[in-house]
């Protein structure tokens, strides 16, 4: 539970320490019940007229006061809504003083006092001002600021026919020799008042009534509505209330809008740029409005009485709020085609370049191999952008991404009208077109102006980066059976990996061949994976002899897999390596290997000939990844009731000259273990003297390209092998010579002091259970070993 769950929690029977709300808001509540009771209570026009006057001036004070204490994202609609609540109130106020709260005396004596309509009407057309600067979005081009207005307008019309149905318009009628600001008061406040409320429930960026403030302002709204509806009815008599409760509700609307001001919610009122989600769903918004729409029409219909300016204004009414209605539903429509239209373009192109994607260039592709012309070729150039993660680690995704959306500008350019960019995701784009009568050669020419377009260097943000793609072409003529969209783009995807294979930066077209070979290597995937759960993996072991004494003795053995595949009998490693590693399927092959071994071993060790014997065992560069490789090796030797030194750990030196720090860090764990390692093939590698003195290593296997230069005297390979094993034992590392097939090979390594071998010359790998004859062959005196030094655990292998 988190701490301030824990403070918030009551416990049974504890006082309640629930923050209360600030000194200020007390004090703003206080003098809002007392202004409020004082109205409603004592009946002294005196009494009355000092405290809405003081309301006036309190209710501007407090907005400006939480203006500045909570500080929204705008001001000004606070502070204009602070001047019409003040006005409201000084209407009020003027009203209270000519005693014109109670029905009219004959000859409609209050519209000759138009002093509270020349401050009441500016009040409630501030206040629409002031919610109409609230809601509305800062962004000029936001259609929902034009939707709040003209729903607003729309309710303040349909109020103006509900009001002039009713009473008002009966009023002017009987009052036609008034002055003109009562009777326009008269016919504005209503729909003023309605306009102010259909703004604050439906204009914000959150439902009001979630917040305190916009509950405060809901109720000021819906206060201010009603507050005119009783003073018109009261005025013309058609109901009888005493004149405290108006100029109660008065104060109580006035001292609601402004104490909205000082509920820190009132920043989230005035948060702007959000999507409006307040009150109903857009679609039951237009509905209501479309219905509101008819209320002045149905007015007019069934209430024609000739009352002076009735008609007229009715009508004129209905014409206002059908054309609003119209208005409004047309905007709608619009909205939701342009919604459409988006949606539709959204499913058929990417987001990030604003190319077509993979289902917009099916389309495209299904469309041409149907209708195009017979003597035409469909052309598809598939193009993926050679290193692109290495922008990406580089320079970050903000680069990479302004790199992808600089390709494609590029491709569009240098593909012409006639074909089609798409996106296929990544770093892929695709390139489809009819190239007429032109054939593959006019497919080729298009393909090589596009990478030349790609070679130019990319501007990202200050850096400049050179990109280069490798391309894949598939090519269909309209018409064919054969071809389809997903099979072109899948062979052009086939013919771009070839391209990459072939180093790059190159264009490769497809073949039937490549088709057979990808599904001869998916045919060798899915059988590897039925391999590891049939068994079907086999150990050969190659002995590992010590020439340094001018005697051949078996010291270690290295573990080789072999696949016995039931359909092609066994299958050397390099026909089946690359697979699994693309897979992943060469972890789990790995620790097979490894447990198979070293149970191999433990038997071997346990008899006189394989008494000392160690087994060297190859690990992948993605097994190095592997977080469980350790355990898996400490258990492997645990299960066989073997010593650390007896397993050597072979990896290859491009494994680890990849990345040096984490190579090296990954030997000192295995040292920690207490295994052996041995650096495989080495000498291949362009930094192998650099980095060697920095891998703690036990053995470097000479690779046996240059161990086959030893054949013919006097070679440069001689000297190769000389300085490798000069450099080795400098750092006390023991020397392995690989490949080695004659006895001249022998001779010379002997004379340059190599003190561990293998090769067909002493004996071809084994299964294992020929492992301890071929042993036993070599080493007549096995019980000699004269590099090992370490009690008969002898130097690892592999």
Same mark, same amino acid.
């Given at each position: 539970?988190a701490p301030?769950?824990l403070?918030?929690?009551?416990?049974?029977?504890a006082?309640?320490?629930?923050?209360?709300?600030?000194?200020?808001?007390?004090?703003? @509540?206080?003098?809002?019940?007392?202004?409020?009771g /004082?109205?409603a209570?004592?009946?002294?026009r005196?009494t &009355?007229? +000092?405290v809405?006057?003081?309301?006036?001036l309190?209710?501007?004070v407090s907005?400006?006061v939480g203006?500045r204490?909570?500080r929204?994202a705008?001001?000004?609609?606070?502070?204009?809504?602070a001047l019409?609540?003040?006005?409201?109130?000084g209407g009020?106020?003027v009203?209270?003083?000519?005693s014109a *709260?109670?029905?009219?005396p $004959?000859?409609?004596?209050h519209?000759?006092?138009?002093?509270?309509?020349?401050?009441?009407?500016p009040g409630a057309l501030?206040?629409?001002?002031?919610?109409a600067?609230?809601?509305?979005?800062?962004?000029?081009?936001?259609r929902?600021?034009?939707?709040?207005?003209?729903?607003?307008?729309?309710?303040?019309t %349909?109020?103006f026919?509900?009001?002039?149905?009713?009473?008002?318009?009966?009023?002017?009628g009987?009052?036609s020799g008034a002055?003109?600001?009562?009777?326009l008061g008269?016919?504005?406040?209503f729909?003023?008042?309605v306009s102010?409320?259909a703004l604050?429930?439906?204009?914000f960026?959150?439902?009001p *009534?979630?917040?305190a403030?916009?509950?405060r302002?809901l109720?000021?709204? $819906?206060?201010?509505a009603?507050?005119?509806?009783?003073?018109?009815?009261t005025g013309?008599?058609r109901?009888a209330l @005493?004149?405290?409760?108006l100029?109660?509700?008065?104060?109580?609307?006035?001292?609601?809008i402004?104490?909205?001001a000082?509920?820190?919610?009132?920043?989230q009122?005035?948060?702007?740029?959000?999507?409006?989600?307040?009150?109903?769903p857009?679609?039951?918004r237009v509905?209501i +409005?479309?219905?509101?729409? %008819?209320?002045p029409i149905?007015?007019v219909?069934?209430?024609?009485e000739?009352a +002076?300016?009735?008609?007229?204004a009715l009508s004129v009414a209905a014409?206002? +709020?059908?054309?609003?209605g119209?208005?409004r539903?047309?905007?709608?429509l619009?909205l939701r085609?342009?919604?459409d239209?988006?949606?539709?373009?959204?499913?058929t192109?990417?987001?990030?370049?604003?190319?077509?994607?993979?289902?917009r /260039?099916c389309?495209?592709?299904?469309?041409a #191999?149907?209708?195009?012309?017979?003597?035409?070729?469909?052309?598809?150039?598939?193009?993926d952008? &050679?290193?692109f993660?290495? =922008?990406?680690?580089?320079?970050?995704?903000?680069?990479?991404?302004?790199?992808?959306?600089e390709?494609?500008?590029?491709?569009?350019a240098?593909a012409?009208?006639?074909?089609?960019?798409?996106?296929?995701?990544?770093?892929?784009?695709?390139?489809?077109l009819?190239?007429g009568?032109g054939?593959?050669?006019g497919v080729r020419r298009a393909a090589?102006?596009?990478l030349?377009?790609?070679?130019a260097?990319y501007?990202?943000?200050?850096?400049?980066?050179l990109?280069?793609a490798?391309?894949?072409?598939a090519?269909?003529?309209?018409?064919?059976?054969m071809?389809?969209?997903?099979s072109?783009i899948?062979?052009?995807?086939?013919?771009? !990996?070839q391209a990459k294979a072939?180093g790059?930066?190159t264009?490769?077209?497809? &073949?039937?061949s490549m088709?057979?070979?990808?599904?001869?290597r998916?045919a060798?995937?899915h059988d590897?994976r039925? @391999?590891i759960?049939?068994?079907e993996?086999r150990?050969?072991?190659q002995?590992?002899v010590s020439?340094?004494?001018?005697?051949?003795?078996?010291v270690g053995?290295e573990?080789l897999?072999?696949?016995?595949?039931?359909?092609r009998g /066994?299958?050397?490693?390099?026909l089946?390596?690359a697979v699994?590693?693309?897979s992943?399927?060469?972890v789990e092959?790995?620790?097979?290997v490894?447990?198979?071994a070293?149970r191999?071993?433990a038997? *071997?060790?346990?008899t006189?000939?394989g008494?000392g014997?160690?087994?060297?065992?190859?690990?992948?560069?993605?097994?190095l990844?592997n977080?469980s490789?350790?355990?898996?090796?400490?258990?492997?030797?645990?299960?066989?009731? #073997?010593e650390?030194?007896?397993?050597?750990?072979?990896?290859?030196?491009?494994?680890l000259?990849?990345?040096?720090a984490?190579?090296a860090a990954?030997l000192?764990?295995l040292?920690?273990?207490g295994?052996?390692?041995a650096?495989d093939?080495f000498?291949t590698g362009?930094?192998?003297?650099?980095?060697?003195?920095?891998?703690?290593?036990d !053995?470097?296997?000479?690779?046996h390209?240059f161990?086959?230069?030893?054949?013919?005297?006097?070679t440069t390979?001689?000297?190769l092998?000389?300085? %490798?094993?000069?450099m080795?034992?400098?750092?006390?590392v023991?020397?392995?010579a690989?490949?080695?097939e004659?006895e001249?090979?022998?001779?010379?390594l002997?004379?340059?002091?190599?003190?561990?071998a293998q090769g067909f010359?002493?004996?071809r790998p084994v299964p294992a259970?020929r =492992?301890l004859?071929?042993?036993?062959?070599l080493s007549?005196?096995?019980?000699?070993?004269? %590099?090992?030094?370490?009690?008969g655990?002898?130097?690892?292998?592999?």
């Amino acid at each position: 539970m988190a701490p301030q769950e824990l403070r918030s929690r009551k416990r049974p029977g504890a006082p309640d320490r629930r923050r209360r709300p600030p000194a200020q808001a007390r004090v703003y @509540a206080l003098v809002s019940a007392l202004a409020v009771g /004082l109205l409603a209570l004592d009946h002294r026009r005196g009494t &009355d007229v +000092t405290v809405l006057a003081l309301v006036a001036l309190v209710a501007p004070v407090s907005i400006v006061v939480g203006l500045r204490r909570h500080r929204p994202a705008s001001s000004i609609p606070w502070l204009v809504l602070a001047l019409g609540a003040g006005l409201l109130a000084g209407g009020g106020a003027v009203r209270t003083a000519h005693s014109a *709260w109670g029905a009219l005396p $004959a000859g409609a004596d209050h519209l000759r006092l138009p002093a509270e309509h020349a401050v009441f009407v500016p009040g409630a057309l501030l206040l629409v001002l002031g919610a109409a600067l609230l809601v509305c979005s800062p962004r000029r081009r936001d259609r929902r600021n034009v939707d709040n207005l003209i729903e607003a307008t729309l309710a303040g019309t %349909v109020a103006f026919s509900i009001g002039w149905a009713f009473w008002a318009g009966a009023d002017v009628g009987r009052a036609s020799g008034a002055p003109w600001l009562g009777r326009l008061g008269l016919a504005l406040t209503f729909p003023l008042a309605v306009s102010f409320a259909a703004l604050v429930c439906a204009g914000f960026s959150r439902p009001p *009534w979630r917040m305190a403030a916009g509950r405060r302002l809901l109720i000021g709204a $819906a206060g201010l509505a009603a507050f005119v509806v009783l003073v018109q009815l009261t005025g013309t008599g058609r109901l009888a209330l @005493a004149p405290a409760w108006l100029e109660a509700g008065l104060a109580l609307v006035v001292l609601a809008i402004a104490g909205a001001a000082l509920h820190p919610t009132m920043r989230q009122l005035s948060r702007p740029g959000r999507p409006s989600v307040a009150g109903a769903p857009p679609r039951v918004r237009v509905a209501i +409005t479309m219905a509101a729409a %008819v209320v002045p029409i149905v007015i007019v219909l069934a209430r024609p009485e000739p009352a +002076t300016g009735r008609p007229v204004a009715l009508s004129v009414a209905a014409i206002v +709020t059908v054309v609003l209605g119209a208005w409004r539903a047309a905007r709608a429509l619009k909205l939701r085609s342009g919604t459409d239209d988006r949606l539709a373009h959204a499913v058929t192109h990417d987001p990030l370049t604003g190319l077509a994607n993979r289902a917009r /260039l099916c389309d495209w592709l299904g469309e041409a #191999l149907q209708y195009a012309r017979p003597d035409s070729t469909l052309g598809v150039i598939l193009l993926d952008i &050679d290193r692109f993660k290495l =922008v990406n680690d580089t320079h970050g995704y903000a680069h990479g991404d302004l790199l992808l959306i600089e390709v494609a500008r590029r491709l569009e350019a240098g593909a012409g009208d006639r074909a089609l960019v798409a996106r296929l995701g990544g770093d892929e784009f695709v390139v489809a077109l009819t190239d007429g009568a032109g054939g593959t050669v006019g497919v080729r020419r298009a393909a090589e102006r596009l990478l030349a377009r790609l070679e130019a260097p990319y501007s990202l943000y200050a850096t400049e980066v050179l990109a280069t793609a490798s391309v894949g072409v598939a090519l269909a003529s309209p018409g064919d059976p054969m071809s389809d969209p997903e099979s072109l783009i899948r062979d052009a995807d086939t013919a771009m !990996y070839q391209a990459k294979a072939a180093g790059r930066d190159t264009i490769t077209f497809f &073949d039937a061949s490549m088709r057979d070979r990808i599904a001869d290597r998916l045919a060798l995937e899915h059988d590897l994976r039925l @391999a590891i759960e049939r068994d079907e993996f086999r150990l050969f072991f190659q002995p590992i002899v010590s020439i340094g004494a001018g005697t051949s003795a078996v010291v270690g053995l290295e573990a080789l897999l072999r696949w016995d595949r039931p359909t092609r009998g /066994l299958v050397p490693p390099s026909l089946f390596v690359a697979v699994a590693e693309e897979s992943g399927l060469i972890v789990e092959i790995g620790e097979w290997v490894v447990r198979e071994a070293c149970r191999q071993l433990a038997g *071997w060790r346990r008899t006189p000939a394989g008494e000392g014997l160690f087994v060297s065992v190859n690990v992948s560069a993605l097994q190095l990844k592997n977080a469980s490789l350790l355990s898996k090796l400490r258990g492997a030797l645990s299960d066989g009731g #073997l010593e650390p030194g007896s397993l050597c750990i072979e990896l290859a030196e491009s494994v680890l000259t990849a990345n040096p720090a984490e190579g090296a860090a990954f030997l000192v764990r295995l040292k920690e273990l207490g295994v052996k390692v041995a650096i495989d093939d080495f000498g291949t590698g362009y930094s192998s003297l650099a980095y060697l003195k920095q891998f703690p290593v036990d !053995y470097v296997k000479i690779d046996h390209s240059f161990v086959a230069g030893l054949a013919v005297p006097d070679t440069t390979d001689e000297t190769l092998v000389a300085a %490798v094993v000069a450099m080795a034992q400098s750092l006390d590392v023991i020397t392995i010579a690989e490949g080695v097939e004659d006895e001249l090979q022998d001779q010379t390594l002997r004379e340059l002091d190599v003190e561990l071998a293998q090769g067909f010359l002493y004996s071809r790998p084994v299964p294992a259970e020929r =492992v301890l004859d071929a042993v036993s062959a070599l080493s007549p005196r096995h019980g000699l070993r004269l %590099v090992t030094g370490d009690g008969g655990g002898g130097p690892p292998g592999r």
